[in-house]
T-cell receptor
């Protein structure tokens, strides 16, 4: 059973607001990932981290930023949200290469 | 560039049928392959992980196979149940130790009672 949690699960905000999506895992995994998924489409990697103070951009360009100050937390921030940021954001952590455990996701709607 | 294709995009079957979901990829240089299940509005649940050196993995009514030479993986579901209704995604680890995955768009399965 994977212990990875995302908050909020749903968020509706206005354009221009700053938002932070939280992701926490209690499994002690060094590797963590953020994926973006539009309805009916495949997941795209937007950020990943190999451990504390390590962050990398993924395959899909994103205006969001991430930080990894603690092993268990990997928050994602949008400084100024726009309607084009409306999507589902999925966080995952990994104990071994290619084996991922996902959170429930955060569904963001920007009006 | 690695591409992952899942066919069919949607599938509807009566309860009790055995079924096969397909995943194809263009580059056989993969590290491993993972099948996931996604329920509407939810995250992904890992079903089976196949290492590149393996040919199949089994868990309960699920069996996943991997044929790297032909660029194919299949997920076999035996005796399907309405609770199996979900979207099934395959994902390839092409990044080796980096563990970065590339996903297919998924097959949406509906099992009718």
């Amino acid at each position: 059973e994977a212990d990875i949690y995302q908050t909020p699960r749903y968020l509706v905000i206005g354009t221009g607001k700053k938002i932070t999506l939280e992701c926490s895992q209690t499994m002690g995994h060094d590797k963590m990932y953020w994926y973006q998924q539009d309805p009916g489409m495949e997941l795209h990697l937007i950020h990943y981290s190999y451990g504390v103070n390590s962050t990398e951009k993924g395959d899909l360009s994103s205006e969001s930023t991430v930080s990894r100050i603690r092993t268990e937390h990997f928050p994602l921030t949008l400084e100024s949200a726009r309607p084009s940021h409306t999507s589902q954001y999925l966080c995952a952590s990994s104990p071994s290469p290619g084996e991922l455990f996902f959170g429930e996701g955060s569904r963001l709607t920007v009006l | 560039k690695q591409e992952v294709t899942q066919i069919p995009a949607a599938l509807s079957v009566p309860e009790g049928e055995n079924l096969v979901l397909n995943c194809s990829f263009t580059d056989s240089a993969i590290y491993n392959l993972q099948w996931f299940r996604q329920d509407p509005g939810k995250g992904l649940t890992s079903l089976l992980l196949i290492q590149s050196s393996q040919r199949e993995q089994t868990s309960g009514r699920l069996n996943a196979s991997l044929d790297k030479s032909s660029g194919r993986s299949t997920l076999y579901i035996a005796a399907s149940q309405p609770g199996d209704s979900a979207t099934y995604l395959c994902a390839l680890n092409y990044g080796g130790s980096q563990g970065n995955l590339i996903f297919g768009k998924g097959t949406k399965l509906s099992v009718k009672p």
